[in-house]
């Protein structure tokens, strides 16, 4: 029997749990000293789908000058609106659980939610993450993009490991089922 694929949150945080400022940026964490790329580029070997959010789609754009980072991933970006697919990006505004179940049945490597919040939060409350990987940044910011939005859900984890990354800890986590 083949072993399911794994959708997969694989984020960095603040210390005080904020994925980005208020105003969107990251400057904090670039901030942070690291070591090499972090484990990104060993994550990014384990997954062949992209899974993320209007908002987030539109920021990596704008902050990558529309250079497309995940050009050699399958990519699909959750959006209430009907847009036209991309060359590297499917645009899906289909019923999120069935939709990734769907994805899960199929053949292939993890799945990456990439973001944002909005998106995590469906994810989590329809018990679609089977682990999370957060990095997190020795920074407080004090306010922000919290990484987890205030919800109706409770989800018991299991620690799968811990990495250190310079000043960066990365904690691996499995969702009990």
């Not at 990104?40 to 990596?60: C, H, N, P, Q």
């Not at 990734?100 to 939610?113: D, Y």
Request: contains cysteine; charged residues 25%; hydrophobic residues 40%.
């Amino acid at each position: 029997m083949k072993e399911s694929r794994k959708v997969v949150l694989y984020i960095a945080t603040s210390l005080d749990g904020f994925i980005a400022a208020e105003d969107e940026s990251l400057d904090w964490l670039f901030r942070v000293e690291g070591e090499g790329d972090n484990g990104y580029s060993a994550f990014y070997e384990t997954v062949d789908t992209i899974l993320m959010g209007r908002k987030t789609f539109d920021w990596v754009m704008q902050h990558e000058n529309g250079n497309f980072p995940y050009a050699n991933k399958e990519c699909y970006v959750f959006t209430k609106s009907v847009i036209q697919d991309s060359q590297h990006v499917k645009f899906i505004n289909e019923d999120i659980v069935s939709f990734t179940n769907h994805l899960k049945s199929r053949n292939g490597k993890n799945i990456w939610i990439v973001g944002g919040g909005g998106l995590l939060q469906t994810f989590l409350k329809e018990k679609l993450v089977d682990e999370l990987i957060i990095t997190v940044a020795p920074a407080l910011i004090g306010k922000g993009i919290p990484l987890f939005r205030e919800g109706d859900y409770e989800i018991e984890l299991s620690l799968k490991g811990f990495k250190q990354y310079n000043q960066f800890g990365e904690l691996h986590y499995e969702v009990k089922r």
